[in-house]
């Protein structure tokens, strides 16, 4: 294992493109990471090839914690930078404001979200099988209320989504990383919850110049990556203090339940209603779902 220096950063990618890749890592490399790509997706790693963007590949599609693994463990680092092979920066304001950091020690238990979205609620039980089932985003968008908390996100209760989070290496060997129990969806939450139980600094960083637009490729591979997040809820519920069985039996019945809702979810189409009977089988039956295949993007 060779050395990254102070600080790598882990770029799982399915199907990015070979421009947008050289102009992300370029940006980390001012940004003060060395960047590393893990492709998932065979037409990548076949576009990658020959190029100078520093690429690893364990030819399958194992999912974004896996992946993320799979990068960290390939290279020495003290700190870790999760990335999404999407995301925007101004590459010298964002050297600027990590500086200090990563000039610290990296056996600190730290965790920075870089994102500035809006904190998002750690996921409770009622609130994952709502997720799960589409009753909870159904009712939130009938809902006239504003939800919006005021003052400081709290990260015993609120976490960002890791599409820019950095880790330190003291936090991550401690946690030994994201559970393998959420293949897609809930890693960032878990880790998240996690790392505040443990007494983490958690950092919810502002003026970062980081944006990040949502992903389309889930909606391209609906049927077969909703049946795996799916998968991952359940996981998720397990960390929680669920029964496996139990836990997947109740993310079974939420697909059910999800089944009667798409009609009125402002997304009805085939791929969805696949992708919802497909996990509800999984759940129930106990086989747990496959994202799509390396050899097939």
Not at 156 to 182: I, K, T, Y
Not at 278 to 294: F, H, K, N
Request: aromatic share 8%; hydrophobic share 45%.
């Amino acid at each position: 294992m060779r050395t990254a220096g102070r600080a790598l950063a882990v770029i799982p990618s399915l199907s990015g493109t070979v421009a947008g890749l050289e102009q992300l890592t370029a940006d980390l490399r001012v940004a003060g990471f060395e960047p590393l790509v893990v492709v998932t997706g065979s037409t990548l790693d076949r576009a990658l090839t020959g190029t100078d963007i520093p690429h690893v590949s364990p030819r399958a599609n194992p999912g974004f914690g896996a992946a993320v693994s799979v990068g960290a463990a390939h290279l020495d680092w003290e700190w870790l930078a999760i990335v999404n092979d999407d995301v925007e920066f101004d590459a010298q304001h964002l050297h600027e404001h990590l500086a200090p950091v990563l000039a610290g020690s990296g056996q600190a238990r730290v965790l920075h979200y870089l994102d500035p979205v809006s904190p998002k609620r750690i996921p409770t039980v009622r609130a994952t099988l709502g997720e799960v089932s589409l009753l909870g985003p159904v009712l939130a968008r009938l809902s006239r209320r504003s939800r919006r908390a005021g003052g400081e996100p709290d990260p015993r209760h609120q976490f960002r989504p890791f599409s820019f989070a950095l880790v330190s290496r003291g936090l991550w060997d401690e946690l030994a990383g994201f559970d393998d129990r959420m293949p897609y969806t809930f890693e960032d939450a878990d880790f998240g919850h996690r790392a505040a139980l443990a007494g983490a600094s958690i950092v919810f960083s502002e003026g970062t110049s980081v944006r990040h637009d949502r992903s389309s490729t889930s909606g391209r591979y609906l049927a077969e990556v909703l049946p795996v997040a799916a998968w991952s809820a359940s996981g998720y519920l397990q960390t929680l203090g669920m029964a496996p069985r139990r836990a997947r039996r109740l993310c079974a019945a939420a697909l059910v339940l999800r089944l009667v809702i798409i009609p009125f979810s402002g997304s009805p189409n085939r791929r969805h209603l696949i992708g919802s009977w497909r996990g509800a089988r999984s759940l129930w039956l106990g086989r747990q779902p496959a994202l799509p295949a390396y050899d097939s993007i």
